[in-house]
Each structure stands twice: as structure tokens, then as C-alpha cells.
């Protein structure tokens, strides 16, 4: 079987930088965007700062997060393309 990749988006809502990180598994990819969201809340213990918040279950291959100002969000690589998150979650 082979194995799932990931994309992690991040970035600044209404700003010039987005980022998109393409990750080897799921554990990782939830890890740092619950790392991100704990930095853009200055919260560790918010639910979206906890590594199992950022489960994705099979029938859903996207889960976001955004604030007023930030947004994060996991992709899991399918057969069909959804295009970037940052599309909907950049706009203020």
C-alpha cells in the first residue's frame, strides 16, 4: 500500500505570505499544525493546539483552522484534486 502524503498550509490572512509544506505522513503533518496553531494563538492547550484535533477521517480529506488573522490547514493527497485551501481561508 502506498503511502499518504500531506500538505500543511499556513499563512497570514489578507497577507503576502502562504506557505505550503508537502509532508510524508499524517503524525507529522498534525503535529506541526497543531504546533502552528499553539504559536498563532500563543495557547498551547487551545483543542486545535493538540495533536488529535488534526485526525482527518477517511470520509474527509481536508480539516482547517483559521482566526481573524491566521489560518492552517491539512490536505490529505487523494485521486481528486481540491485545489488549495488558502484559496477560501486567505480572504479576511
Given at each position: 500500500?502506498?503511502?499518504?502524503?500531506?500538505?500543511?498550509?499556513?499563512?497570514?490572512?489578507g497577507g503576502a505570505h502562504i506557505d505550503n509544506?508537502n509532508l510524508p505522513n499524517r503524525s507529522v503533518?498534525?503535529?506541526?499544525?497543531?504546533?502552528?496553531?499553539?504559536?498563532?494563538?500563543?495557547?498551547?492547550?487551545?483543542?486545535?493546539?493538540?495533536?488529535?484535533?488534526?485526525?482527518?477521517?477517511?470520509?474527509?480529506?481536508?480539516?482547517?483552522?483559521?482566526?481573524s488573522t491566521h489560518f492552517v490547514s491539512i490536505?490529505?493527497?487523494?485521486?481528486?484534486?481540491?485545489?488549495?485551501?488558502?484559496?477560501?481561508?486567505?480572504?479576511?
Amino acid at each position: 500500500m502506498a503511502t499518504k502524503r500531506y500538505i500543511v498550509e499556513f499563512g497570514v490572512r489578507g497577507g503576502a505570505h502562504i506557505d505550503n509544506l508537502n509532508l510524508p505522513n499524517r503524525s507529522v503533518a498534525a503535529r506541526l499544525a497543531a504546533s502552528l496553531v499553539a504559536v498563532f494563538l500563543n495557547d498551547s492547550t487551545a483543542p486545535d493546539a493538540q495533536v488529535p484535533g488534526w485526525h482527518l477521517p477517511y470520509h474527509c480529506p481536508r480539516k482547517s483552522w483559521q482566526s481573524s488573522t491566521h489560518f492552517v490547514s491539512i490536505t490529505r493527497l487523494t485521486d481528486s484534486e481540491l485545489g488549495p485551501a488558502s484559496t477560501s481561508l486567505w480572504r479576511k
